[in-house]
């Protein structure tokens, strides 16, 4: 069975860069066709997909994200990576990293347990 763990600071300060690493067990993030998501829930609102990467490497990302967004991957070590720049307060939320069984469809069958991210000086 698959398993997520996000990893990564809990705090960062305003126009910093936020840094999350997914490690990912029982699959392998190049097997077809997953897609391999980060997540997230701002304080009393729904969740937001942020972005995704591929088993074949290519990434998508959320066009109100896009320009801040970077996914990558570490397949020597299973894992893929969040990077967002310049964050504000209004990035502090939940982000879970997931596996998506069927992107297109937004079908998200394993999840991390997420981590808690707080953007304050």
């Known amino acids: 069975q698959v398993q997520l763990q996000e990893s990564g600071p809990g705090l960062v300060k305003p126009s910093q860069t936020l840094s999350l690493t997914c490690t990912v067990s029982?699959?392998?993030?190049?097997?077809?066709?997953?897609?391999w998501s980060w997540i997230r829930q701002p304080p009393g609102k729904g969740l937001e997909w942020m972005g995704a990467?591929?088993?074949?490497?290519?990434?998508y990302y959320s066009p109100s994200l896009k320009s801040h967004t970077s996914i990558s991957r570490d397949t020597s070590k299973n894992q893929f990576s969040l990077q967002l720049t310049s964050v504000t307060p209004e990035d502090t939320a939940v982000y879970y990293c997931?596996?998506?069984?069927?992107?297109?469809?937004?079908?998200?069958?394993?999840w991390g347990q997420g981590t808690q991210v707080t953007v304050s000086s």
């Open positions: 029982g699959d392998s993030i190049i097997t077809y066709p997953y897609y």
């Open positions: 990467i591929g088993y074949d490497g290519s990434t």
């Open positions: 997931a596996r998506a069984d069927d992107l297109v469809a937004g079908y998200f069958g394993s």
